[in-house]
């Protein structure tokens, strides 16, 4: 019975205010703080990687036959299945009033014609430069408005 005087009472550690963090929860916060803030520049990056891609498709278009005419076609129909799903179904003159209604420019009557009736040519025919620019220019003005 001697020791018991010689026992102290027990002390409870101080209470913890705040959680405390680790290394990896600090780490993972800050990344995700930094992918917040570069998610927008990255979105434009991206969009802006399209828009390349599809001005130099475009460029690479300078013979003046059907070929070119549909592969023409093809790159609007591809930017159309980024922005306007719905309007890749479309053909012949509803499918010039969307592009004429989607963008600044307006196509003129010969080239729209060449537009909507090329992939149905025959292959061997070429094209009237005048007509062909106007198509290219056009096709440009769409890239630029709509990507």
Known sequence: MDNLEALKD???PDAITRFPLGWGVVMILCALALAVVLLPFLYRIWLKSKKRYALKNLNKL????????????ELLRRIC????????????????DFLRA?????IEK??????????????DTTVNQADFEALKNFARTFLEDNL
């Open 10 to 12: 027990i002390h409870l």
């Open 102 to 106: 989607k963008t600044s420019q307006k």
């Open 62 to 73: 300078t013979e003046m036959n059907m070929d070119s005419v549909c592969a023409l076609s």
């Open 110 to 123: 010969s080239a729209a014609d060449i537009l909507s009736f090329g992939p149905y040519m025959p292959k």
């Open 81 to 96: 299945i980024l922005k306007y799903p719905d309007a890749v179904a479309l053909s012949g003159k509803k499918w010039i």
